[in-house]
């Protein structure tokens, strides 16, 4: 690997790797990569619609409706009809989809330790820390704002 790719270029190949990680373990599982984050979006924010997703990963909505299908039809979500709303339907994790979050932060924290072994103890705060003002910098240089939740997407 060249020393000096832009810094652009081995985010993306860190990420390309990690999905290709996470998809070899979460196969089995019916999973994919993509599908992971929503899963842990709907873990903390239970009852949302499809829309909030897309605003929130900034995804096209037909992309977040694939995705959402595909949860469903595996059984991990389930569509129920918002209270005080005509046609609005929020989304919730089934059984399933509770207990598959637990599996996956466990293959997540696995994927992160293997990774991070490259660096020492003080290196990997540094990593952590650095990065996470990168990824605030980044939402404010295209206009979206980052708050708590920011880190987490």
């Given at each position: 690997m060249h020393?000096?790719?832009?810094?652009g270029?081995?985010?993306?190949?860190?990420?390309?790797?990690?999905?290709?990680?996470?998809?070899?373990?979460?196969?089995?599982l019916?999973?994919?990569?993509g599908?992971?984050?929503?899963?842990l979006?709907?873990?903390?924010?239970?009852?949302?619609?499809?829309?909030?997703?897309?605003?929130?990963?900034?995804?096209?909505k037909?992309?977040?409706?694939?995705a959402?299908?595909?949860?469903?039809n595996g059984?991990?979500?389930?569509?129920?009809?918002l209270?005080g709303?005509?046609r609005?339907f929020?989304?919730f994790?089934?059984?399933?989809?509770?207990?598959?979050?637990?599996?996956?932060?466990?293959?997540e924290?696995?994927?992160?330790?293997?990774?991070?072994?490259?660096?020492?103890?003080?290196?990997?705060?540094?990593?952590?820390?650095?990065?996470?003002?990168?990824?605030?910098?980044s939402?404010?240089?295209i206009?979206?704002?980052?708050?708590?939740?920011?880190?987490?997407?």
């Amino acid at each position: 690997m060249h020393p000096d790719l832009p810094l652009g270029a081995l985010v993306s190949l860190l990420h390309r790797n990690h999905c290709i990680a996470l998809n070899r373990k979460l196969a089995p599982l019916g999973l994919f990569a993509g599908q992971f984050p929503i899963l842990l979006f709907l873990s903390r924010r239970e009852g949302e619609m499809q829309e909030t997703l897309a605003r929130f990963f900034s995804l096209d909505k037909a992309t977040i409706a694939r995705a959402v299908r595909r949860l469903e039809n595996g059984g991990f979500i389930c569509r129920r009809k918002l209270a005080g709303k005509r046609r609005a339907f929020g989304l919730f994790l089934t059984e399933k989809g509770r207990e598959t979050i637990a599996g996956i932060l466990g293959i997540e924290a696995d994927w992160e330790a293997e990774l991070l072994s490259a660096l020492g103890e003080g290196e990997r705060d540094t990593v952590r820390r650095l990065l996470l003002s990168l990824a605030r910098k980044s939402m404010h240089m295209i206009g979206e704002e980052c708050g708590d939740d920011c880190a987490r997407r």
